[in-house]
């Protein structure tokens, strides 16, 4: 059963233009959905969710359509977009209490357990705790119903390096033992490079790439060249570095070729990449 | 609904919503407009549509397991709860007032049941001009009210001078005791119709607007 699929998304702003968005998730996975600011990243999630309107395309989330099954797949899913910035004055325990009302699988041993892993104080207001913190706090909410879908629209933007490595342990645990389905927005690569089982790339609201991280990472090698004048066919994004230019180029295309390669990261693919137009 | 209703009044609700509902106390001053004293609930609605936005109230409420139509439906149920509070408030006031000063308002309408059927429609004023506006566009609360307020402020000024003027109102309508109950329990009658009329209205209007608005 596909989780979530999205066909053919379109979104025009007068400068800007979500074009034919396609993806399909399947349970189990985490899928990093990775893109530069302004991408396209928010304007997709937050489409997915009705909160802004396609102009068209198909959603259905468990193979339903969300229009006409919205109550059972908001109770199905978390979503998180950004920090806890709301009711900042209210303690959190009066928050959570609110909030927890509205999910049927509520667990309140799953929200405490992840309040003392994120050593949460209920007693204080959003307001007291650092952008972290409240990151911290709105995933907390967001993950202790039961939801067999969480998106995430860049949970470990504003968290120290250990949070973010604690976290994605999390969603390692989650997937594993829950069999949850992860789709997080993020422009921090190594968070990717370490938990994600594919990738969805968007860039000036295009998807360019839906892969396995391994397949996508094996598809490019680094080339390293002196004068820029000699650039080597084939290669895309080319870079400035401080002895000289390195450029990708698709693995396919390196064959039969007198040069030496690296293997690249999933940054490197970014940096490159985005220098084309 | 009923958790949203608790979301309303746990987390939305302003402060100067239940201060307010004191003030329907001022119906005990001996020469006054009463309808000020209702005009203070419409400003603590503003309130919490305002509050609602610095605190990021519809991003929360958008992220619950709840229909977008929900959400408004909720805000106009707890405004409804704290007009009708208030004008319950008021009664007890009215009543009051008729112990304490048995000599009528010379200001404006007197404390009696067609006041609380012109205060209704003074509601149903509010509630169109303020909510349609608001869900036009969420974050835009202040013109919403600054235009349902000048709204009200002209209601009041009208039917507070054909109180005066007015042979009907000034003769019939502006009177204490129960004289003319018929023509009173009529017009508060044909308030209450009124209110739940053109905010039922306003309450689909503000769906539609919601529904379509890119948040």
Request: hydrophobic letters at 45%; proline letters at 3%; one cysteine or more.
């Amino acid at each position: 059963m596909s989780v979530l699929t999205v066909k053919n998304l379109c979104k025009t702003y007068p400068k800007f233009k979500l074009d034919n968005v396609s993806f399909e998730l399947e349970k189990g996975k985490i899928y990093g959905f990775i893109g530069r600011n302004g991408a396209g990243k928010t304007t997709t999630l937050k489409s997915l969710l009705n909160f802004v309107h396609p102009d068209s395309g198909e959603i259905r989330f468990f193979d339903k359509p969300f229009e006409q099954n919205e109550l059972e797949i908001k109770q199905k899913i978390g979503f998180v977009s950004g920090a806890a910035n709301y009711y900042i004055n209210k303690k959190l325990h009066v928050v959570t209490d609110v909030t927890k009302r509205f999910y049927d699988n509520w667990d309140d041993e799953v929200y405490y357990r992840y309040c003392e892993m994120f050593a949460l104080d209920a007693d204080k207001t959003p307001s007291q705790l650092s952008a972290g913190m409240k990151v911290k706090y709105s995933l907390a909410l967001a993950m202790s119903h039961h939801a067999e879908l969480l998106i995430l629209d860049e949970p470990t933007s504003g968290l120290d390096p250990v949070s973010r490595d604690d976290l994605l342990d999390v969603f390692l645990d989650l997937v594993k033992n829950e069999g949850v389905t992860l789709l997080f927005s993020t422009h921090i690569t190594t968070d990717l490079d370490r938990c994600a089982d594919e990738i969805i790339y968007i860039k000036n609201g295009h998807i360019i790439a839906q892969s396995t991280l391994d397949s996508y990472i094996e598809s490019y090698r680094l080339m390293r060249f002196i004068d820029v004048s000699y650039t080597p066919i084939g290669a895309l994004g080319v870079r400035r570095e401080r002895n000289g230019f390195t450029a990708l180029i698709p693995t396919s295309a390196t064959s039969g070729r007198e040069m030496e390669y690296d293997k690249v990261n999933l940054e490197d693919i970014m940096l490159h990449i985005e220098k084309e137009d | 609904m009923r958790n949203l209703i608790n979301k309303e009044l746990k987390l939305a609700l302003h402060p100067t919503a239940p201060l307010f509902l004191v003030l329907a106390f001022m119906l005990i001053i001996p020469n006054y407009p009463y309808y000020v004293a209702f005009f203070y609930m419409t400003l603590s609605i503003f309130f919490i549509c305002l509050s609602g936005r610095e605190n990021n109230d519809i991003s929360y409420s958008l992220l619950l397991p709840v229909r977008k139509r929900d959400i408004v439906k909720a805000r106009f149920i707890t405004a409804a709860i704290l007009e009708l509070a208030q004008l319950t408030v008021a009664v007890a006031a009215a009543v009051l007032n008729h112990r304490l000063n048995n000599t009528g308002n010379d200001v404006g309408m007197d404390a009696n049941i067609a006041l609380f059927g012109l205060s209704f429609v003074m509601f149903a004023v509010f509630n169109y001009i303020f909510f349609v506006g608001y869900y036009r566009n969420v974050n835009k609360v202040g013109a919403p009210f600054v235009k349902s307020s000048a709204a009200v402020f002209v209601y009041i000024a009208v039917v507070e001078v054909s109180a005066h003027i007015c042979p009907f109102m000034r003769d019939k309508l502006d009177t204490i005791g129960e004289e003319y109950l018929t023509e009173k329990l009529s017009v508060l009658i044909a308030g209450i119709v009124l209110w739940v009329g053109i905010t039922l209205i306003a309450l689909k209007k503000s769906i539609a607007l919601f529904e379509k608005e890119d948040l």
